[in-house]
């Protein structure tokens, strides 16, 4: 089956800036593929290419068995797209941009209509459906541009940065809606927000200044690139372990995440020793205690020398 999105050797240079450095990478159909880098790390110019809004400086992208550099873009209508800040007529409300949209790709008005009813129901925007999109929260805007995207039920949805600015709620439920496409479509999700990027992607690739540094399932490139680590959950008082285990020779690096207190570094064996008592020592109250690998941040971090421009 052909790959829904290769790259060989892809390029884009401005001047003297090169944005994308012979990115080599393909796309396996079905998976949710997570495209990882830091703010400017060549992403969105990378989507620019792939969807015919750049020409490639060098290299090629193939788009369904398309090349990105064909002045045929017919093989598009199957894929959707969702912007970092997608776009709206504010006078429609979200029935109205749907079916106009349906229109813009071929439909038939009685198509439009249906179709836009069915995308309204699948993003929870039924309820908004006579409401001028002109005062829809960031949240509802997404939901919005998710189903124009979804609306001609694209074999391939390529989003970028789809929860930046989005609340914890609104980060959730764009996350199980992008959850569920699994298998059903391939999905290739660019973001900066690697714990978004942990929760629903399969597969990953990870650029830097332009260029490729990894590639692979999620699984696979943690494993091959993590420290032995240690997870701590205390029910209260977790950024004072926190700043107690910084000063701490054996605890390597300490990061807090999601009310979860993260250690990585050669030393674990130790830590696993000194944690309970100096846990005790605090008077705090230990919910749980576990070793094992690290995360898709430390993996960034190390394979990108830190990752500058975060």
Same mark, same amino acid.
């Given at each position: 089956?052909?790959?829904?999105?290769?790259?060989?050797?892809?390029?884009?240079?401005?001047?003297?800036?090169?944005?994308?450095?012979?990115?080599?990478?393909?796309?396996?159909?079905?998976?949710?593929?997570?495209?990882?880098?830091?703010?400017?790390?060549?992403?969105?110019?990378?989507?620019?290419?792939?969807?015919?809004?750049?020409?490639?400086?060098?290299?090629?992208?193939?788009?369904?068995?398309?090349?990105?550099?064909?002045?045929?873009?017919?093989?598009?209508?199957? %894929?959707?797209?969702?912007? +970092?800040?997608?776009?709206?007529?504010?006078?429609?409300?979200?029935? &109205?941009? /749907? @079916?106009? !949209?349906?229109?813009?790709?071929?439909?038939?008005?009685?198509?439009?209509?249906?179709?836009?009813?069915?995308?309204?129901?699948?993003?929870?925007?039924?309820?908004?459906?006579?409401?001028?999109?002109?005062?829809?929260?960031?949240?509802?805007?997404?939901?919005?541009?998710?189903?124009?995207?979804?609306?001609?039920?694209?074999?391939?949805?390529?989003?970028?940065?789809?929860?930046?600015?989005?609340?914890?709620?609104?980060?959730?439920?764009?996350?199980t809606l992008i959850s569920e496409m699994r298998g059903a479509r391939t999905v290739f999700l660019s973001s900066h927000i690697l714990e978004d990027v942990e929760k629903v992607c399969d597969r990953v690739v990870?650029?830097?200044?332009?260029?490729?540094?990894?590639?692979?399932?999620?699984?696979?490139? %943690?494993?091959?690139?993590? +420290?032995?680590?240690?997870?701590?959950?205390?029910?209260?008082?977790? &950024?004072? /372990? @926190?700043? !107690?285990?910084?000063?701490?020779?054996?605890?390597?690096?300490?990061?807090?995440?999601?009310?979860l207190i993260r250690l990585a570094g050669p030393d674990m064996d130790k830590a696993q020793h000194e944690v309970p008592r100096l846990v005790s020592s605090l008077g705090l109250p230990l919910v749980s205690f576990?070793?094992?690998?690290?995360?898709?941040?430390?993996?960034?971090?190390?394979?990108?020398?830190?990752?500058?421009?975060?």
């Amino acid at each position: 089956m052909t790959a829904p999105i290769e790259c060989s050797g892809l390029t884009k240079r401005y001047g003297e800036l090169t944005a994308a450095d012979g990115l080599t990478f393909s796309v396996e159909p079905g998976s949710v593929m997570g495209f990882v880098g830091h703010n400017g790390a060549g992403k969105t110019t990378t989507l620019r290419m792939l969807l015919g809004l750049a020409r490639p400086s060098a290299g090629d992208a193939y788009i369904l068995g398309k090349s990105c550099r064909n002045a045929d873009r017919s093989h598009l209508s199957a %894929v959707g797209y969702l912007p +970092e800040s997608p776009a709206f007529y504010r006078w429609m409300n979200p029935r &109205e941009f /749907l @079916a106009f !949209a349906g229109d813009i790709l071929g439909m038939d008005e009685r198509e439009c209509r249906a179709k836009a009813g069915e995308m309204l129901d699948i993003f929870g925007l039924s309820r908004l459906a006579g409401r001028k999109i002109a005062g829809f929260s960031k949240g509802e805007r997404q939901r919005l541009g998710l189903a124009q995207a979804m609306i001609a039920d694209p074999t391939l949805l390529i989003m970028d940065e789809p929860t930046s600015g989005l609340d914890p709620m609104g980060r959730h439920e764009l996350l199980t809606l992008i959850s569920e496409m699994r298998g059903a479509r391939t999905v290739f999700l660019s973001s900066h927000i690697l714990e978004d990027v942990e929760k629903v992607c399969d597969r990953v690739v990870m650029i830097s200044k332009g260029r490729l540094v990894e590639s692979g399932s999620l699984r696979e490139v %943690v494993e091959r690139h993590a +420290e032995p680590g240690l997870t701590i959950e205390v029910r209260q008082g977790t &950024e004072e /372990l @926190a700043r !107690a285990l910084e000063g701490e020779s054996w605890s390597g690096t300490v990061s807090l995440r999601e009310g979860l207190i993260r250690l990585a570094g050669p030393d674990m064996d130790k830590a696993q020793h000194e944690v309970p008592r100096l846990v005790s020592s605090l008077g705090l109250p230990l919910v749980s205690f576990e070793s094992g690998g690290g995360d898709l941040s430390e993996v960034y971090l190390k394979l990108s020398g830190g990752g500058d421009g975060w």
